[in-house]
């Protein structure tokens, strides 16, 4: 990694990245991407230069990405895709848990912006992302002319407890274990108002000081005409259409208002990307739920954020937005600016968001039968917009100022980097047979005296780095770290194999898997005490960090590739036994949430019925759905419109479309598949020829059937 010690540019013209899965164009709508465009927008008239680099790659929902880059380049922002796994020859690709999923993108995301000097990087919460690169900076090891800025929009747990989901997938645990990582190695944490650090120490979560920072948004256009509120004809649910953002609860106050009869709306739209409801694709739910109603029913979940925002200001329409924990929807804040009327759920962050005098008149609580009154109420007379409660200016000036602070702080001197040896602090390798390394480590440590000082444990199948001791040693130096657990590559030496990193702070996921330890286990005096005292060497170095941890010693992962070796590196088959009860009995009350409902994913995946806490008729369901999906997916229309359906997907980054369909394990995954199927421009195309098809196998049918009808004689 680069350990340049350049001064950083001042705050008249510095570089800034923002790092997101979402910025407007490349994704239609999103939250996060409207906050991302608009401080994009924000830093460029400040005059810095901007790069916006995209996780997703070069993959994007309309057009191209050569083509969203031009429009950003013309804006003054540079749009850089990240590279997929294994397209980098200087970062190799992931082994072990790190193989899983996108964990891999967190150390390209580490390796992309070390190789380029930005003096600011914004993080999103969601996926962890920060978290080795927030390591690397405080450890020294990289990054260390850059301040890394965090915000606080949603975290994974609390996504899946707005849409009551459980999750059955390692990959996700470890996601969340480096969202709490991020948040304590950050040189500064934001959030759009108190609800999500609330809902985070509310679970145990241990918190840095978090900065209120009024939410950014681009400008949405035009405003309704004040003399427009007309009486209220339409009703829009205006959001992500999935169990979070209130669909299940504004479905049961439209079957109330259905069923009293009386006046209702002329049209109930349902205006937001599309999602699952209660499991199923939220189309789908619409539609059975939309056939006992009396009116006019659509879904607008292909809109992006201009065109969503067109059809607001249409006449008549009431914006509804009830998401039932919500941390700062920027629906609201779109609705507020429009000057759309709008009613929302009294709940989460939402009423800070409007102006005190409106609240009383445009709060509802979350509930089918309060919200039903009140639709009935407002329908057929007019609304008057809601305020916001602070204006856009006053929020962009807070920005700036902000941002002017943060680039004023001094660099990280430079007799702190890893770069600084520190004099006198020597590493003594510890060497045992690959084999069966942990009891001769075990002898070794008992053997010798703690205080002669720090040993790397080593097999004699690894090869350490050229100057992978000196600089752990410095990390050692710098942090008072008792224990650091390195990453390695495996699988070849001389640049091949596949790396794997550690994790730190007593994670979730070290009760499952071994995320903490491997092949360069640095061991400081007191942690050398404890080996030689409390380890058992069948638990493998899982377990001897559980116990470090247990004895109050500083455990650090670095997250830089110290080790070679070619075999994979394996725990003993009794680590599985004994490592996980030693984790266990160090989970915080936030952890031992998420181990919970790791637990509760897996017993629901194991279920041959499929399902997690649903009935028999719903296992049917998804049964048939997974069945009839398969069929679908290895038929002859599906696979000859499939070469059209890949280059649509190659335009928009895309890997092409496997021929066999994926696994359908986790709940909603059929009927979200089938129905995506179903709804196709495909299907609908090959229309025709499957009539022709049906048609020519009727009359074959038939005319064999008259045939080979048997002859009966007389």
């Known amino acids: 990694m680069t350990r340049s010690g350049e001064i950083p540019r001042q705050a008249d013209r510095a570089r800034v990245c923002l790092v997101t899965t979402e910025i407007l164009g490349v994704t239609r709508t999103g939250g996060i991407g409207t906050v991302m465009t608009a401080l994009a927008d924000l830093l460029v008239g400040e005059g810095h230069d901007v790069t916006v680099l995209c996780l997703n790659g070069r993959r994007v929902m309309d057009g191209d990405f050569d083509g969203w880059a031009r429009h950003y380049r013309n804006r003054g922002v540079t749009l850089e895709p990240l590279p997929p796994v294994g397209a980098d020859a200087v970062t190799p690709p992931m082994a072990g848990v790190w193989a899983r999923g996108t964990l891999a993108r967190r150390w390209h995301v580490l390796r992309w912006l070390d190789g380029r000097a930005f003096d600011l990087v914004h993080f999103n919460d969601w996926g962890g992302e920060a978290a080795l690169c927030g390591q690397a900076r405080a450890l020294g090891v990289a990054l260390r002319r850059t301040r890394l800025v965090l915000g606080l929009h949603g975290a994974s747990d609390w996504t899946m407890a707005g849409n009551a989901a459980g999750f059955a997938e390692l990959e996700r645990l470890v996601q969340m274990d480096l969202e709490r990582v991020a948040l304590s190695v950050m040189d500064a944490v934001w959030a759009p108002g108190r609800f999500m650090p609330d809902w985070l120490a509310g679970r145990g979560v241990a918190l840095p000081p978090v900065r209120i920072m009024p939410q ?66 939220a189309g789908r739910v619409i539609a059975r739920r939309a056939r006992e109603w009396p009116w006019s029913v659509a879904v607008l979940d292909t809109l992006d954020r201009a065109g969503a925002l067109e059809y607001l200001r249409g006449a008549g329409r009431l914006a509804l937005v009830l998401a039932p924990m919500e941390n700062c929807p920027l629906t609201l804040h779109e609705c507020l600016a429009l000057r759309v009327p709008v009613l929302a759920s009294d709940t989460g962050g939402i009423p800070a968001l409007i102006a005190e005098g409106d609240r009383a008149r445009v709060l509802v609580p979350h509930e089918a039968m309060a919200l039903a009154d ?20 006053t929020a962009a000036a807070r920005w700036r100022g902000w941002h002017r602070d943060l680039l004023a702080r001094p660099a990280d001197p430079p007799s702190t980097s890893i770069g600084s040896r520190a004099e006198g602090a020597t590493i003594v390798r510890l060497t045992a047979p690959d084999g069966r390394p942990c009891p001769v480590w075990k002898h070794l440590l008992e053997a010798s005296d703690p205080e002669e000082g720090a040993v790397c444990l080593l097999t004699d199948a690894d090869e350490l780095r050229s100057d992978a001791l000196s600089d752990l040693a410095a990390v050692m130096a710098r942090t008072g770290a008792d224990v650091l657990a390195p990453g390695w590559r495996e699988g070849g030496n001389g640049g091949g194999g596949r790396a794997r990193l550690c994790l730190d702070g007593a994670p979730a996921s070290a009760c499952v898997v071994n995320v903490v330890a491997g092949p360069g286990l640095v061991l400081g005096p007191r942690a050398r005490a404890v080996a030689a005292r409390d380890w058992d060497p069948a ?3 899982w377990g001897l960090v559980a116990h470090c941890e247990a004895a109050g010693l500083v455990c650090r992962a670095v997250p830089l590739v110290a080790v070679e070796r070619a075999p994979p590196w394996r725990d003993p088959g009794t680590a599985r036994a004994l ?67 890949n280059i649509t997907r190659a335009r928009h980054g895309l890997a092409p479309e496997p021929p066999e369909p994926p696994l359908l394990t986790a709940s909603g995954d059929a009927s979200a598949v089938l129905y995506g199927m179903l709804v196709s421009t495909s299907w609908a195309l090959m229309a025709g020829p499957r009539l022709v098809v049906t048609m020519a196998r009727g009359a074959r049918r038939r005319l064999f059937g008259c045939v080979r009808r048997p002859r009966v004689d007389s």
């Open 539 to 541: 638990s493998g170095l």
């Open 216 to 281: 950014l948004m681009p400008g949405p256009g035009p405003s309704r005409p004040f003399d427009g509120d007309g009486p209220i004809e339409d009703l829009v649910l205006f959001g992500r259409l999935e169990d979070r953002k209130g669909v299940a609860v504004f479905l049961d106050a439209l079957d109330l208002l259905a069923a009293r009869g009386g006046a209702g709306p002329r049209r109930v739209t349902f205006l937001g990307r599309a999602g699952t409801v209660e499991g199923e694709p």
């Open 579 to 645: 490592a996980p009860r030693l984790w266990a009995g160090l989970a915080r009350a936030d952890r031992a949430e998420l181990i919970a409902l790791f637990a509760s994913g897996l017993s629901a995946r194991c279920d041959s019925d499929g399902g997690m806490g649903v009935g028999a008729a719903a296992r049917r369901v998804a049964r048939r759905d997974r069945r009839r999906a398969r069929v679908l997916w290895r038929s002859w229309p599906w696979r000859w419109t499939r070469p059209l359906r």
């Open 374 to 393: 009140r639709l009935g109420a407002v329908l057929g007379r007019p609304f008057a917009a809601a305020r916001p409660a602070f204006d856009p200016d």
